[in-house]
């Protein structure tokens, strides 16, 4: 990759970054402020693409949307599940620790894979040794949706390059 498309693979991840936190701060905040939230958009912005560190990836955005709509529904379905289980008489909880074997390679991909299982209520990703996570579950189905949510991480980025991010 040459100077010049990496710095202008980093602006538009910076744009990219911007825009994304302008439309937070507006739904979060109903356009109040918008001065404010303007200003904290671009400053995160652009340091977001200074210090990235090598490569920075630009989301599919079919993939985006499949993974934002699983991240949705797991954590709207696991939340209700969760409630449910603790609120039952006969708590009905399997708890268990499940080792995952990871096929992602790149650590944006693992980190991502780690904060979205820990994100979804009735999972903790515990621990990475090698390509291993060993998650701790509460249910007994938990390594289906493991698979499910790690197939959409997978789908979801592209290198700058036009490589897969895996």
């Given at each position: 990759m040459t100077s010049s498309s990496g710095i202008a693979h980093r602006l538009t991840w910076a744009l990219t970054v911007a825009a994304t936190?302008?439309?937070?701060?507006?739904?979060?905040?109903?356009?109040?402020?918008?001065p404010y939230g303007l200003t904290a958009a671009l400053l995160a912005a652009a340091?977001?693409?200074?210090?990235?560190?090598?490569?920075?990836?630009?989301?599919r955005p079919l993939g985006l949307?499949?993974?934002?709509?699983?991240?949705?529904?797991?954590?709207?379905?696991?939340?209700?599940?969760?409630?449910?289980?603790?609120?039952?008489?006969?708590?009905?909880?399997?708890?268990?620790?499940?080792?995952?074997?990871?096929?992602?390679?790149h650590p944006a991909s693992r980190t991502l894979f780690l904060l979205t299982v820990n994100l979804t209520p009735g999972t903790l990703a515990a621990n990475l040794h090698g390509d291993t996570v060993r998650v701790h579950a509460i249910t007994a189905d938990t390594?289906?949706?493991?698979?499910?949510?790690?197939?959409?991480?997978g789908a979801l980025f592209v290198e700058s390059n036009g490589g897969e991010v895996s």
């Open positions: 936190l302008m439309l937070l701060w507006l739904v979060l905040t109903g356009g109040k402020g918008l340091i977001s693409a200074w210090v990235a560190p090598g490569m920075v990836f630009t989301p949307l499949r993974f934002v709509g699983l991240f949705l529904y797991n954590s709207l379905v696991g939340g209700a599940d969760v409630g449910w289980r603790a609120m039952h008489p006969a708590m009905p909880m399997q708890p268990r620790w499940i080792d995952y074997q990871l096929r992602l390679q390594a289906g949706e493991l698979a499910r949510v790690e197939a959409a991480i």
